[in-house]
Protein backbone atom coordinates (compact mmCIF):
# COMPACT_ATOMS: atom_id res chain seq x y z
CA UNK A 1 0.00 0.00 0.00
CA UNK A 2 1.35 3.66 -0.85
CA UNK A 3 2.16 6.36 1.63
CA UNK A 4 -0.45 8.36 0.93
CA UNK A 5 -3.03 5.65 0.10
CA UNK A 6 -2.33 4.53 4.22
CA UNK A 7 -2.39 8.05 4.97
CA UNK A 8 -5.52 8.07 3.66
CA UNK A 9 -7.12 5.35 5.35
CA UNK A 10 -5.66 6.14 8.41
CA UNK A 11 -7.57 9.69 8.57
CA UNK A 12 -10.65 7.85 7.12
CA UNK A 13 -10.76 4.87 9.98
CA UNK A 14 -10.29 7.94 12.46
CA UNK A 15 -13.12 9.97 11.06
CA UNK A 16 -15.08 7.01 11.34
CA UNK A 17 -14.64 6.60 14.69
CA UNK A 18 -14.21 9.72 15.63
CA UNK A 19 -17.94 10.20 13.84
CA UNK A 20 -19.42 7.33 15.99
CA UNK A 21 -18.39 8.53 19.01
CA UNK A 22 -20.13 11.69 17.90
CA UNK A 23 -23.11 10.28 17.60
CA UNK A 24 -22.91 8.60 20.74
CA UNK A 25 -22.64 11.32 22.65
CA UNK A 26 -25.95 12.81 20.97
CA UNK A 27 -27.85 9.90 21.46
CA UNK A 28 -26.50 8.56 24.39
CA UNK A 29 -24.31 10.57 26.15
CA UNK A 30 -27.21 11.96 28.08
CA UNK A 31 -27.29 8.22 29.89
CA UNK A 32 -23.74 8.29 30.24
CA UNK A 33 -22.79 11.68 31.49
CA UNK A 34 -23.02 10.75 35.64
CA UNK A 35 -21.25 7.46 34.43
CA UNK A 36 -18.16 9.43 33.85
CA UNK A 37 -18.84 12.51 35.07
CA UNK A 38 -19.77 15.15 32.73
CA UNK A 39 -22.71 17.44 33.09
CA UNK A 40 -25.54 16.26 31.33
CA UNK A 41 -25.49 19.84 29.12
CA UNK A 42 -22.29 19.29 27.64
CA UNK A 43 -23.35 15.65 25.61
CA UNK A 44 -24.62 17.68 22.78
CA UNK A 45 -21.56 20.22 22.02
CA UNK A 46 -19.20 17.37 22.61
CA UNK A 47 -21.25 14.84 20.20
CA UNK A 48 -21.03 17.76 17.42
CA UNK A 49 -17.70 18.70 18.57
CA UNK A 50 -16.68 15.27 17.73
CA UNK A 51 -18.96 15.39 14.19
CA UNK A 52 -17.33 18.56 13.08
CA UNK A 53 -13.77 16.70 13.94
CA UNK A 54 -14.85 13.19 11.99
CA UNK A 55 -16.01 15.76 9.19
CA UNK A 56 -13.00 17.44 8.93
CA UNK A 57 -10.60 13.97 8.86
CA UNK A 58 -13.01 13.00 6.24
CA UNK A 59 -12.37 15.82 4.13
CA UNK A 60 -8.68 15.90 4.49
CA UNK A 61 -8.79 11.89 3.44
CA UNK A 62 -9.67 13.18 0.58
CA UNK A 63 -7.75 15.80 -0.37
CA UNK A 64 -5.13 15.75 -3.32
CA UNK A 65 -2.54 17.17 -1.05
CA UNK A 66 -2.80 16.42 2.47
CA UNK A 67 -2.39 18.99 4.41
CA UNK A 68 -0.05 18.63 7.79
CA UNK A 69 -2.84 20.07 10.08
CA UNK A 70 -4.46 16.96 9.54
CA UNK A 71 -2.03 15.40 12.53
CA UNK A 72 -2.70 18.78 14.77
CA UNK A 73 -6.80 17.91 14.46
CA UNK A 74 -5.92 15.20 17.06
CA UNK A 75 -3.48 16.61 18.87
CA UNK A 76 -5.58 19.42 19.82
CA UNK A 77 -8.66 17.18 20.99
CA UNK A 78 -5.74 15.20 22.87
CA UNK A 79 -4.35 18.15 24.61
CA UNK A 80 -8.05 19.62 25.21
CA UNK A 81 -8.93 15.65 26.58
CA UNK A 82 -5.58 15.70 28.91
CA UNK A 83 -6.43 19.19 30.00
CA UNK A 84 -9.93 18.80 31.42
CA UNK A 85 -9.05 15.34 32.67
CA UNK A 86 -5.39 16.85 34.90
CA UNK A 87 -7.02 20.08 35.00
CA UNK A 88 -9.93 19.45 37.45
CA UNK A 89 -12.20 21.42 35.24
CA UNK A 90 -14.65 18.72 35.33
CA UNK A 91 -16.28 16.41 38.32
CA UNK A 92 -14.75 13.24 36.52
CA UNK A 93 -15.59 9.86 37.95
CA UNK A 94 -12.71 7.16 37.87
CA UNK A 95 -14.67 5.47 34.60
CA UNK A 96 -14.54 9.72 33.50
CA UNK A 97 -11.09 9.57 34.11
CA UNK A 98 -10.12 6.03 32.25
CA UNK A 99 -12.66 7.09 29.35
CA UNK A 100 -11.43 10.75 28.91
CA UNK A 101 -7.29 9.30 28.95
CA UNK A 102 -8.60 6.53 26.45
CA UNK A 103 -10.24 9.21 24.18
CA UNK A 104 -6.27 11.07 24.04
CA UNK A 105 -4.90 8.12 23.47
CA UNK A 106 -7.30 7.40 20.61
CA UNK A 107 -6.67 10.43 19.14
CA UNK A 108 -2.92 10.81 19.80
CA UNK A 109 -2.22 7.45 18.36
CA UNK A 110 -3.67 8.78 15.25
CA UNK A 111 -2.14 12.01 15.69
CA UNK A 112 1.53 10.19 15.59
CA UNK A 113 -0.21 7.60 12.91
CA UNK A 114 -0.75 10.58 10.56
CA UNK A 115 2.46 12.51 10.98
CA UNK A 116 5.06 9.39 10.45
CA UNK A 117 2.51 8.59 7.26
CA UNK A 118 3.14 12.34 5.91
CA UNK A 119 6.70 12.27 6.58
CA UNK A 120 6.92 9.04 4.67
CA UNK A 121 4.75 10.13 2.22
CA UNK A 122 6.84 13.59 1.32
CA UNK A 123 9.76 11.52 0.95
CA UNK A 124 8.58 9.50 -1.50
CA UNK A 125 7.66 12.25 -3.91
Known sequence: MSQQRALRASLR?????????????????QGLADAIGVPGSWTVPIGLGMLGGAVLLLVFSGHPVLPPVAAAVNSVAAVAMVGLTLGGLLPLTGLGVAFMLAGAAW??????????LLRRAEGTR
Open 13 to 29: ADGVGTGIFGLFMLVGG
Open 107 to 116: VTTFAVLVLV
